[in-house]
């Protein structure tokens, strides 16, 4: 298969950084894309809950970057369907809300014994992103 690797049922490029950003605000999407890219990912971002779910199975993400609050979704149901999937992505939480939030949607995560590897609290600053980001490599 040369440079392909067999990855959860589909095939991936092996040491391909692969990041499925899902956040309703498309313009958060866009400056993680441009950020997460100069790091060396691939990027796929999504605004719907709905996008999310076709993402993730054509996409197979490495890495994931959430927002936990969404319109018709929140990103704990999210959590909860990915450890139902077994995901074996690591996984950011972000949000604009209350810091706290993203302590609980952390430890739920662990809880479901999801590869959580850090919070970001909007608004963020390139840095941030930068540093979140190597957590994920």
Do not use: W
Request: negative net charge; glycine residues 10%.
């Amino acid at each position: 298969m040369g440079g392909t690797v067999a990855i959860g049922g589909s095939v991936g490029t092996k040491g391909r950084k692969r990041l499925l950003v899902i956040d309703d605000e498309q313009s958060i999407c866009d400056f993680v894309k441009r950020v997460a890219e100069v790091e060396g990912f691939e990027v796929t971002t999504v605004v719907t809950h709905d996008q999310f779910n076709a993402a993730y199975d054509s996409f197979n993400p490495t890495a994931i970057l959430l927002d936990l609050v969404m319109p018709q979704v929140d990103g704990i149901a999210l959590l909860e369907k990915l450890a139902d999937r077994q995901c074996k992505a690591k996984l950011l939480i972000m949000t604009g809300y209350h810091p706290e939030l993203l302590k609980s949607g952390a430890r739920i995560g662990d809880g479901y014994d999801l590869d959580m590897r850090g919070t970001l609290h909007k608004p963020f600053g390139i840095a941030d992103l930068q540093a979140a980001l190597r957590r994920l490599a």
